[in-house]
């Protein structure tokens, strides 16, 4: 339902409680089953090689294809675009689009590797390039390539910027992902992931949802990814990229960054046969009171499964994932 506005014909009108309870406002269904909307402006930050054009890319190659983004969330079958407006990065770009979308031999992706501002050029290109081709994801990789030179109030500014491609995801019926980084000096700061982006507070506040990526370990190939919106559930779970077929899959949700090294250094020690608190407290080398809390949580987040009183043995789906890390590592 349409609300009044303020223009030059029409007087600001208030809107009564029993009006607005009436009202039914269009739903926003998802585009990826529980991580994008279908239509809004999602900004994906992570640190400067954490693999957010990979991931990013991922997410494109369902929605051309229709196949499960990470083997797990299932897409809406349509088009997508990507915009490398970073020029320093498109022939990594190229040959991460060759591995994402390996085996895929014709599908509607298309791809932009032009710098330009925002404001003005960019944005008419890419609501020409949207319209045309009818994408329902569009990727912009990454801020810091598209912004306008600063202002003096850039704060307004740079909400003004994510206000544009919000209003534009509304306009064209389709998902905006916007990729940024973090910001240096506030890298592993706090319990909120998501007050470590670039820039300003506006950065954060103009979009429709927030996505962080973080590496678990610098050396190790898993990632964790921690997301919330106005129109989806909170969401925050593991993936990696499997050693021998290079492709992304998803390894677990809440919990499993917190307890998956562990898990693994006790599936590595007892892969088969029962788990008790006896045996893991010894593998980790803790108390039997620790290792049985451990096996609690565990049993809670899916890692394990119980078989009788205080007796556990791995899950299905975290076997499956860690025989595709460590056999595809040796």
Request: glycine share 6%.
């Amino acid at each position: 339902m349409a609300i009044a506005t303020n223009t030059v014909d029409t007087k600001p009108r208030w809107i009564s409680g029993k009006e607005l309870a009436a009202m039914k406002p269009a739903s926003r269904d998802a585009l990826i089953e529980n991580l994008l909307p279908e239509q809004g402006l999602i900004l994906l930050s992570a640190d400067p090689k954490a693999g957010k054009s990979t991931f990013a890319l991922e997410l494109c190659r369902a929605i051309c294809t229709g196949e499960p983004a990470l083997e797990h969330f299932q897409p809406k079958q349509g088009a997508a675009l990507y915009w490398m407006a970073d020029d320093t990065a498109q022939a990594r770009f190229v040959r991460n689009y060759q591995e994402v979308f390996a085996g895929v031999e014709d599908s509607p992706f298309e791809s932009l590797l032009a710098r330009m501002p925002l404001c003005g050029e960019g944005a008419l290109e890419l609501r020409s390039a949207i319209a045309r081709s009818g994408a329902k994801l569009a990727v912009i990789d990454c801020l810091t390539s598209i912004r306008s030179e600063r202002e003096q109030d850039f704060v307004r500014q740079e909400y003004e910027e994510m206000r544009l491609l919000a209003d534009l995801a509304a306009e064209q019926s389709c998902c905006i992902l916007l990729l940024h980084h973090k910001a240096t000096g506030k890298r592993n700061n706090g319990d909120n992931p998501f007050r470590l982006t670039a820039g300003s507070f506006a950065a954060s506040t103009g979009p429709d949802g927030l996505m962080v990526l973080d590496w678990l370990k610098a050396t190790r190939p898993e990632r964790f990814v921690t997301f919330v919106s106005r129109d989806l559930d909170p969401l925050s779970f593991l993936y990696a990229r499997d050693p021998q077929t290079r492709r992304l899959f998803y390894i677990g949700g809440e919990g499993w960054d917190e307890h998956w090294d562990d898990a693994l250094r006790a599936y590595r020690a007892e892969r088969t046969g029962t788990l008790d608190s006896a045996v893991l407290a010894t593998i980790l080398d803790a108390t039997e009171r620790t290792a049985r809390s451990r096996l609690a949580v565990w049993r809670t987040a899916g890692l394990v499964e119980e078989t009788g009183r205080h007796s556990y043995v791995w899950s299905n789906q975290f076997m499956a994932a860690a025989e595709r890390l460590i056999g595809g590592a040796q």
